[in-house]
């Protein structure tokens, strides 16, 4: 009689541990991993950046080149001829430039990254700035096709989180 | 006799304590739900808000291309923040709408028409209690440069705000 209340107990405490245990694996998960949300803002603040004009003139008598155009041009390792500059040294500066100013207008952003590369290849340019300590990202793709392969342009942010 | 009725009321303490144990996991995790369904309320609502404004950088009275979004052209704007926009204040459901350009960075706010300046104001019905929505738009020029006529775009924000609800 003893033992067999004695069996029903360590059943009921082996259910209510492993519950317990379910549990806490549970919330270490839902804790833990960030959320990478595409968000519809940072997408926006992305197709923008691509429209926007440079300075760049790739050959005399041509027009000046977007940001999109850039990232082409730079693959393909050309200069800007106005300005005497590689194009993946002048898209550097001017997107640190560009992300830096945007960033100014984005009181919850806590730290960017900017990724251009070859797909799945190192990085040609990467661009990133402040800590993030929150667990709430954003993140918005886009994809620039050429003919040998597709370059794909990325941009992070990380949100401080307000509770 | 008593020991059965022992046998029964420690069985219905049982049977109470685990049904209150689950309940209690239940309220657990339908807390963490509810948390989450409070931020991905949040969220659609600023979504929602950034797709009405994509809609306002969308009209043909802003728009700059046609087959492009989030394109606004400068000289439409220049002519918008005339009175000109206050015919529409019964089209368009908020309390104001500001372009500003953001790309250089400024200091200090100056109003279009003016030199070097920044923001334009399209329409405004001064009212104090409102909660500001943004997204990034395009500001489009036609410009003749070295002889050549081409599209010349700077970065943008565009700011609309909608009247608080008072509860």
Same mark, same amino acid.
């Given at each position: 009689?003893?033992?067999?209340?004695?069996?029903?107990?360590?059943? &009921?405490? %082996?259910? /209510? /541990?492993?519950?317990?245990?379910?549990?806490?694996?549970?919330?270490?998960?839902?804790?833990?991993? *960030?959320?990478?949300?595409?968000?519809?803002?940072? $997408?926006?603040? %992305?197709?923008?950046?691509?429209?926007?004009?440079?300075?760049? +003139?790739?050959?005399?008598?041509?027009?000046?080149?977007?940001?999109?155009?850039?990232?082409?041009?730079?693959?393909?390792?050309?200069?800007?001829?106005? %300005?005497?500059?590689?194009?993946? $040294?002048? !898209?550097?500066?001017?997107?640190?430039?560009?992300?830096?100013?945007?960033?100014?207008?984005?009181?919850?952003?806590?730290?960017?990254?900017?990724?251009?590369?070859?797909?799945?290849?190192? =990085?040609?340019?990467?661009?990133?700035?402040?800590?993030?300590?929150?667990?709430?990202?954003?993140?918005?793709?886009?994809?620039?096709?050429?003919?040998?392969?597709?370059?794909?342009?990325?941009?992070?942010?990380?949100?401080?989180?307000?509770? | 006799?008593?020991?059965?009725?022992?046998?029964?009321?420690?069985?219905?303490?049982?049977?109470?304590? +685990?049904?209150?144990? &689950?309940?209690?996991?239940?309220?657990?995790?339908?807390?963490?739900?509810?948390?989450?369904?409070?931020?991905?309320?949040?969220? !659609?609502?600023?979504?929602?808000?950034?797709?009405? %404004?994509?809609?306002?950088?969308?009209?043909?009275?802003?728009?700059?291309?046609?087959?492009?979004?989030?394109?606004?052209?400068?000289?439409?704007?220049?002519?918008?923040?005339?009175? !000109?926009?206050?015919?529409?204040?019964?089209?368009? =459901?908020?309390?104001?709408?500001?372009?500003?350009?953001?790309? *250089?960075?400024?200091?200090?706010?100056?109003?279009?028409?003016? *030199?070097?300046?920044?923001?334009?104001?399209?329409?405004?019905?001064?009212?104090?209690?409102?909660?500001?929505?943004?997204?990034?738009?395009?500001?489009?020029?036609? /410009?003749?440069? $070295?002889?050549?006529?081409?599209?010349?775009?700077?970065?943008?924000?565009?700011?609309?705000? +909608?009247?608080?609800?008072?509860?």
């Amino acid at each position: 009689m003893k033992n067999k209340a004695q069996q029903e107990m360590v059943g &009921f405490v %082996l259910i /209510v /541990v492993l519950v317990m245990v379910g549990m806490m694996v549970l919330l270490i998960v839902m804790l833990k991993s *960030p959320k990478i949300n595409s968000s519809l803002e940072v $997408d926006n603040m %992305l197709h923008v950046i691509m429209k926007t004009t440079t300075d760049c +003139v790739i050959s005399s008598g041509s027009r000046y080149e977007t940001i999109e155009d850039l990232f082409i041009s730079c693959h393909e390792n050309r200069r800007c001829n106005n %300005l005497n500059q590689q194009t993946c $040294d002048y !898209l550097n500066s001017t997107l640190s430039q560009v992300l830096s100013d945007i960033m100014k207008t984005e009181g919850e952003v806590e730290a960017y990254q900017f990724e251009f590369s070859p797909r799945e290849e190192i =990085p040609i340019i990467k661009i990133r700035d402040g800590n993030c300590t929150s667990k709430i990202t954003s993140v918005a793709q886009r994809s620039v096709r050429v003919t040998s392969t597709e370059l794909q342009i990325k941009l992070t942010l990380c949100k401080k989180q307000f509770d | 006799m008593v020991k059965a009725q022992m046998k029964i009321q420690q069985m219905a303490f049982m049977i109470l304590a +685990v049904f209150f144990f &689950f309940v209690l996991v239940g309220l657990f995790f339908l807390s963490l739900v509810v948390q989450d369904l409070r931020g991905s309320a949040e969220r !659609l609502r600023a979504e929602q808000a950034i797709s009405s %404004l994509r809609v306002i950088a969308d009209m043909t009275e802003l728009n700059f291309d046609s087959s492009d979004t989030l394109t606004i052209d400068e000289d439409k704007l220049k002519i918008m923040s005339t009175n !000109l926009s206050q015919k529409y204040s019964m089209f368009l =459901p908020v309390s104001y709408i500001r372009v500003y350009k953001i790309h *250089p960075s400024f200091e200090k706010e100056i109003k279009c028409p003016a *030199p070097n300046c920044n923001y334009y104001e399209l329409f405004s019905s001064n009212q104090k209690n409102t909660l500001s929505y943004s997204t990034y738009v395009s500001i489009c020029t036609r /410009v003749n440069e $070295d002889g050549y006529v081409q599209n010349k775009c700077e970065i943008g924000k565009i700011y609309a705000g +909608v009247i608080k609800n008072e509860k």
